[in-house]
């Protein structure tokens, strides 16, 4: 195996993960790719996501290729970030995990579910990324990894701090040019990014954390009970503001 860093972060959606590719885009030393699996869950699932004709035909879409081509294939930097969500690992074998470096990426679902539910028609325990998190915590376990955890809320209270010990945790050094990027989209967005990503494409670094004044809606509460129990485990193991 070479010896690029592949950093392959999963997250559940409607998170701080497009923002973290934005500020590791920022280091000369790291190449960043998003959602390298997204066409391959949209042949594969029949997911009901926006525009999916136009994703698959913009990306590979065999997943077997995406894990041999982009994700261990070449890079030209010492370190390759990728944002991944969790819920595109369906119809995958999950050796390659063994040959990279993974980090769990959360969210509180009282504040992730209102905006999911905003862009996805009555959205699954599946869609959100919960359980598939708490799954991939137990399969990277069995491979003797412990994956760092970050939970946005955390990251956004204190995005020096969160990012120093996560840089850290990864045996790499913190570049404060990791705060702060240019507003606008970035050439590595995927297609789906105009109905994604406006709120990043409007930032110049991480946001406030400032929490949800709206009241929770009623008809989420059955999906947010299943998703509860999960976002608890991952909450005690992520590196806090402060650490």
């Known amino acids: 195996m070479d010896d690029v860093l ?3 972060v999963w997250s559940s ?17 790291t190449r960043v790719i998003d959602e390298p699996l997204y066409g391959h869950y949209l042949r594969v699932s029949g997911a009901a996501h ?5 994703v698959i035909a913009s990306m ?18 010492p370190t390759l970030f990728m944002k991944q969500m969790t819920h595109h690992l369906v119809d995958i074998d999950l050796s390659f995990l063994a040959k990279t ?8 679902p009282v504040e992730m579910l209102p905006s999911l539910d905003g862009v996805l028609d009555k959205p699954t325990l599946r869609d959100t990324g919960f359980k598939g998190q708490a799954d991939l915590l137990a399969v ?25 010990t996560f840089c850290g945790r990864l045996g790499m050094s913190f570049d404060d040019r990791m705060l702060r990027w240019a507003a606008g989209p970035r050439p590595e967005d995927g297609v789906w990014a105009p109905h994604w990503y406006a709120n990043v494409h409007r ?11 709206e009241p929770f809606p009623t008809h989420l509460e059955p999906l947010l009970a299943e998703c509860q129990p999960y976002y608890d485990t991952l909450l005690e193991l992520a590196i806090k503001a402060g650490d």
């Open 140 to 164: 990277l376990r069995e491979y003797g990894q412990e994956p760092p955890v970050l939970d946005s809320r955390e990251l956004l209270r204190d995005p020096a701090g969160v990012l120093a």
């Open 13 to 29: 959606p409607r998170n701080v993960s497009t923002a973290l590719m934005y500020s590791f885009a920022q280091r000369p030393d």
């Open 50 to 54: 926006p525009i999916p004709v136009d």
């Open 60 to 77: 590979e879409s065999d997943g077997r290729k995406v894990i041999s081509d982009v994700i261990l294939g070449p890079c030209d930097r």
């Open 101 to 108: 470096t993974n980090v769990l990426l959360t969210r509180d």
């Open 6 to 8: 592949r950093l392959c």
């Open 203 to 213: 930032s110049t670094g991480f946001q406030p954390y400032r929490p949800k004044a």
